[in-house]
């Protein structure tokens, strides 16, 4: 398309409105671009972090 990598169905349909003046529903523009050869993408999960925390300071107890 120009250049991004991942849309919505809903964006690739405003710039068909815009351009040529024909409106489309989510599904077909879904349908349309499958035929195209785009595959729908989903995000990859995020994981937490798998960085060890810090250890906690020591207090010396009173008159050590």
């Known amino acids: ?3 991004v ?3 919505r169905r809903t ?6 409105r815009t351009e ?3 409106t489309l ?8 671009l499958r035929r195209l050869g785009f ?3 989903s995000a ?3 994981y937490p972090s798998h960085v060890a ?3 906690r300071a020591r207090m010396r107890p009173p008159g050590a």
């Open 20 to 22: 040529f003046g024909v």
């Open 11 to 16: 964006d690739p349909a405003a710039k068909v």
């Open 25 to 32: 529903a989510e599904r077909p523009m879904g349908e349309m």
């Open 5 to 7: 990598v991942r849309r």
């Open 39 to 41: 595959r729908r993408l």
């Open 53 to 55: 925390p810090k250890p």
């Open 44 to 46: 990859r999960p995020q």
């Open 1 to 3: 398309m120009d250049g």
